[in-house]
């Protein structure tokens, strides 16, 4: 069964935290059919830290994980911090497939996205 | 003429700027039909700073601006940082509209692209 665990950077600010955890709500809505299984994670300042996500979705019963970094830049974090997190996570779960996807500037999407956000003011 | 002016944080990481200003590349590479100019610029850390994409802009004959922040959460800068710097730089110039368009967590697209980049490592 397939998870995704959306991962952004965390906030001491509630609310961009909230603003995550009801990102991952609305995919939950909209992508159930595709991925059965949907948590939010944090790399730090927020909970549930990575590991813990990575936990939630294989007690809902995940044989397979993505981790989704909610980043727009490929910095530190993406390319060490959440990678590193993640191997050191795998080796507990041995049976469980857990690859990354690439960050969001990276998507072909992401210009359709910006004209879009830019037209809706005109 | 419509110009966008694509407004990331800015990172001390070179490599972090240089993607965004690619962004900015790729925009004027396939939306020039809507908007004629289009640059890159930074909150902090990083050139070119928002007053200074303003006035480049201007200088490319920008008659009305959106600022397109690239942000995905409405954190302290969507919310007041961009919008302080864009009113205090207003005033220089009067016959130019400037507005600034939401943050992209905000998009209705974001499903969709999270969405994409999780079947990408399928």
């Known amino acids: 069964m397939k998870a995704l665990l959306l991962i952004a950077h965390g906030s001491r600010r509630k609310q961009s935290n909230d603003e995550v955890v009801k990102i991952a709500e ?3 809505q909209n992508c159930s059919a ?3 299984i949907i948590h939010a994670g944090f790399l730090e300042l927020a909970e549930t830290l990575i590991p813990d996500g990575i936990k939630q979705c294989i007690d809902d019963g995940a044989t397979s994980i993505i981790v989704l970094p909610y980043f ?4 530190r974090h993406v390319v060490e911090d959440i990678p590193t997190i993640v ?3 795998q080796p507990h779960y041995p049976d469980v497939d857990i ?3 690439p960050h969001l500037g990276d998507s072909p999407l992401m ?3 910006l004209v879009t956000s830019a037209n ?3």
Request: proline share 5%; no cysteine.
């Open 99 to 101: 690859k990354i996807a």
């Open 111 to 113: 210009l359709e996205l």
């Open 120 to 122: 809706t003011i005109q």
């Open 87 to 89: 191997n050191e996570t």
């Open 34 to 36: 595709q991925y059965p």
């Open 72 to 75: 727009l830049n490929s910095g």
């Open 26 to 28: 609305r995919l939950r």
